[in-house]
């Protein structure tokens, strides 16, 4: 399965986007599923995390803010973003939780800025 992040763009402060992260296989046996992001000179991070069951996670950075959610059906992962902050800017990913190696993409870059 290769997973594919898109949907990135220039924003303003407290402006909105939605990510989607197209899986090229079916995600069924992906029990958890997540979005990550790494902001320039920083480590990547985990943002938000969602169970097969939908039970989901978030970092406390984006909590009340990001809502992720899974479309099993079109093998889909999203990231919708509310309220967006300059601190927000990052190159997005999606992956396995905990990661793959292999499943690493070109992510999508979003910039929050005025």
């Known amino acids: 399965v290769q997973l594919q992040a898109s949907g990135g763009g220039l924003v303003q402060p407290g402006g909105f986007l939605r990510l989607s992260c197209a899986a090229s296989g079916s995600i069924l046996r992906i029990v958890t599923l997540a979005w990550y992001r790494q902001a320039p000179g920083k480590q990547r991070d985990l943002v938000a995390s969602v169970t097969i069951f939908g039970s989901t996670n978030y970092a406390d950075s984006v909590k009340g803010r990001f809502t992720i959610s899974r479309d099993n059906a079109k093998n889909t992962v999203y990231l919708q973003m509310n309220s967006l902050k300059p601190e927000d800017t990052a190159v997005y990913y999606c992956?396995?939780?905990?990661?793959?190696?292999?499943?690493w993409g070109q992510g999508t870059q979003v910039t929050v800025s005025s």
């Open positions: 992956n396995t939780e905990p990661p793959n190696r292999d499943f």
